[in-house]
């Protein structure tokens, strides 16, 4: 079926039994009121403690609620980011009460969607579910969250409703966030881990802005330039960067060659542990052998980074310790990017990050007696009340290409999906829901994807919004936003008895629609609860998506284990790795698109600005007003080389397609590379990126190592 974006909202009329359904909810809002204060409008207001779920910092938020409206927003100094609110955080308000909330659930008819009842949705896609389970199996099912979802319990409940269906494919967006840095850290060290910022001496930030990912904490980052070493690694000259110590500016796509060019110092000149690394590493001489191919002078022709400046900071990282690197997606999306984040993981264990002198979070004591239990690979575990759902037979998207991505994040690779539906390998696909995501807009290869989504038999998206995908689906189901489904606090442990505002009409929170979905397919044995902090509440069985996948550690009893690794030692070339047929040691590979003079500059594509977190924010006007369009950085001399000014409007074109842009020229770029946002679907750089080059060992696209040109537009 051809889908078009739907032309229009046919909008339905409000009947009694609405009005009756929405009473309970609105008797649920007033006694909450109950004992609360009175406002300047005579109505009672009330104060609500919660989180904001805008991105991972989850600060602790009270919100003022006045006649079932969110009234202000501010900062919880009782809670772990101590009162930090940013502008996100303040926009709360606008994103509940935004005129663009839908109010009913809409079902497509040709090409407009038509308001319905809840009924009539949940019918509607639980009879179009069973077709496609009858004519092509339960695995032709897949959903895909997104970064609302983001370490929520709710994806638990998720994988727990595809299983009782029938299907393994759950993807989040692990599948292009993170988790190539969570898959290169715990392949060399056992686990995930993260700097402790204040307890170093040396912080790196490498490929990672912190002002703007991680706002609370942002004046700890840059207090590292005051009071020890701050080194800044980055194609773009962040306000961080600035401040830094020393800021080296490599080619996108280069910083395993960089990495490993420090390592060639720090093993030429002798200044690691000789002990340590005899001791509590396997792969050393592979790693001296290939760092040895990676002399300064080369780094420099690779990189651009001078060779004096890879000598001088290899010995500050090595002297002025403790020393620890802020890792970010910088580093992640390239087609090597596993294995740059290993390279570096494998500099910190050199630079003696983990020898249990400097790191007050050593992986010895966070391993400790638990690692042959459980800690192998130690990472996201799964959880589920019981009755647990009997298992699914088919493997999950993605195992069969990435195997490894699958065992370090529990779920399916969502970049594959595309395949699945385009080319039924390994299997058919037909029906997707996409839960909190925007995937038609953010993942990659936006143009086979949207080809993709015409051979669906069913597209459904769950959103408080109309988003971009959600135009082109079969039914759009209206969720709340998080502000209004119980809270859930930061460490997700405890789910709070309401969120910070009553939902409001015509939306249902998430897990209330999942448990009405299930029920309305026959599978609400699996969805008993009344609340989902019943569900919290109920006795927890850890729950293994498939215990075929998990590898066990394979160290003697007796034997020291300090990492969690299969040898139970930090691996510099990586047993799982190697037995997955892939590079064992952190080899780096340059982009396999090529720069040539049709395409002379690298697209970097995905640095947040502060105007939206990916998609997000489109509806909030104080947050579009710092952006009101994304825009492309360009250095000077690209830009003159390229005929475009400053300011004007500019064609980016790729091998894979071609947008249109306002470009800003800046010294603050690499001359090599331009850089553009995300999330934004009139200039979407996902149809500039290949969805055919990928890490090998993750799936991640490409993001930040395409290969473009930039063209005047004739009129700007
Ligand atoms: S940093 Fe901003 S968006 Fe992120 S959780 Fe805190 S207030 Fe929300």
């Known amino acids: 079926m051809s889908r078009t974006p739907a032309k229009m909202i046919v909008r339905r009329k409000w009947t009694r039994r609405d009005l009756f359904k929405a009473a309970p909810v609105a008797a649920v809002g007033a006694g909450a009121l109950g004992l609360a204060l ?6 009672p207001v009330e104060q609500n403690k919660g989180t904001c779920r805008y991105c991972l910092m989850h600060c602790g938020v009270v919100a003022t609620v006045q006649d079932e409206r969110l009234v202000k927003v501010e900062g919880d100094l009782a809670s772990r980011t101590r009162g930090f609110v940013c502008e996100h955080g303040y926009a709360l308000r606008e994103q509940v009460h935004s005129h663009g909330r839908l109010g009913h659930p809409l079902v497509r008819r040709g090409d407009e969607l038509h308001e319905v009842s809840w009924d009539d949705a949940l019918g509607e896609i639980a009879r179009r579910l069973e077709q496609v389970k009858q004519r092509f199996g339960p695995q032709a099912l897949a959903i895909q969250t997104g970064w609302p979802l983001v370490r929520h319990p ?16 759950v993807a989040s967006v692990a599948s292009l966030c993170e988790a190539s840095l969570r898959m290169g850290q715990a392949l060399t060290v056992g686990t995930k881990y993260a700097p402790d910022v204040r307890a170093l001496k040396t912080l790196v930030v490498w490929g990672a802005n912190p002002p703007t990912t991680a706002p609370p904490f942002a004046h700890v ?4 330039a005051l009071n020890g070493n701050l080194i800044v690694i980055d194609p773009v000259r962040t306000t961080l960067a600035k401040e830094a110590t020393v800021y080296l500016s490599p080619r996108a796509g280069t910083d395993g060659a960089l990495a490993l060019g420090l390592m060639h110092v720090i093993v030429r000149e002798r200044l690691f542990d000789a002990d340590f690394v005899a001791r509590h590493t396997v792969g050393f001489e592979g790693l001296e052998a290939l760092a040895a191919e990676y002399p300064p002078e080369r780094v420099e022709a690779l990189t651009s980074v001078k060779a004096a400046d890879v000598e001088k900071v290899a010995r500050l990282i090595s002297a002025d310790k403790p020393m620890g ?3 970010g997606l910088g580093v992640e999306h ?19 990050r983990f020898d249990g002198t400097h790191d007050s979070k050593s992986l010895v004591t966070a391993l400790g ?37 699958e065992i370090y994040n529990r779920e399916a690779q969502g970049e594959v999906y595309v395949d699945a539906i385009l080319d039924d390998q390994p299997y058919p696909l037909r029906a997707m829901i996409l839960w909190a995501s925007n995937a038609l807009v953010t993942a990659s290869g936006t143009a086979r994807l949207r080809k993709a989504a015409d051979k669906l038999e069913l597209l459904v998206t769950v959103d408080p919004y109309l988003s971009d995908s959600g135009k082109l689906s079969d039914v759009v189901l209206p969720a709340s936003t998080f502000a209004e489904s119980q809270d859930i606090d930061a460490d997700d442990e405890h789910v709070a008895a309401k969120g910070l505002v009553p939902p409001q009409p015509g939306s249902l929170p998430d897990f209330t629609i999942l448990t009405k979905l299930a029920q309305a397919m026959g599978l609400g044995q699996y969805f008993p609860w009344r609340s989902f902090q019943e569900a919290m509440n109920a006795r927890h069985v850890t729950w293994m998506v498939d215990d075929a996948v998990q590898p066990r550690p394979e160290v003697a009893d007796g034997t020291e284990a300090r990492f969690g690794t299969v040898t139970g030692k930090a691996e510099f070339a990586s047993t799982l790795l190697e037995r997955a047929g ?30 939206r977190i990916n998609s997000q924010f489109a509806q909030s006007p104080s947050v579009t007003a710092r952006m009101r369009e994304p825009e492309l950085l360009i250095h000077p001399d690209a830009a003159t080389k390229a005929g475009v000014t400053h300011g004007a409007r500019v064609a980016v074109v790729s091998p894979h397609g071609r947008i249109e842009i306002r470009a800003v020229v800046t010294r603050d770029v690499h001359p090599e590379c331009v850089v553009m946002p995300a999330g934004w679907g009139q200039a979407n750089p996902n149809w500039l990126i290949s969805d055919e080059k990928r890490d090998p060992i993750s799936g991640f696209p490409a993001f930040r190592s395409g290969a473009c040109r930039v063209e005047p537009l004739s009129t700007s």
Not at 154 to 169: E, T, W
Not at 221 to 224: G, I
């Open 221 to 224: 980052v840059a207090a590292k």
């Open 369 to 405: 007696p638990r690692f042959k239990e459980e800690m192998l690979p130690a990472l996201y575990r799964m959880r589920t009340p019981e009755p647990v759902p009997p298992p699914v037979t088919a493997a999950a998207l993605g195992r069969e290409r990435f195997p490894l991505y």
């Open 325 to 327: 690197v802020w890792q």
């Open 38 to 43: 009175t406002g300047r409008t005579g109505a």
């Open 154 to 169: 709710l994806v638990n409940f998720l994988h727990r409703f595809a299983r009782a269906y029938g299907s393994p494919n």
């Open 582 to 611: 892939q590079e064992p040691l952190p080899k780096w590979t340059a982009p396999t698109e090529g720069l040539t003079p049709d395409f002379p500059l690298r697209l970097v594509s995905g640095p947040r600005p502060r105007a």
């Open 334 to 352: 390239h087609e090597s990017g596993v294995q740059t984040v290993r390279a570096i993981s494998s500099l910190e264990v050199l630079c003696g």
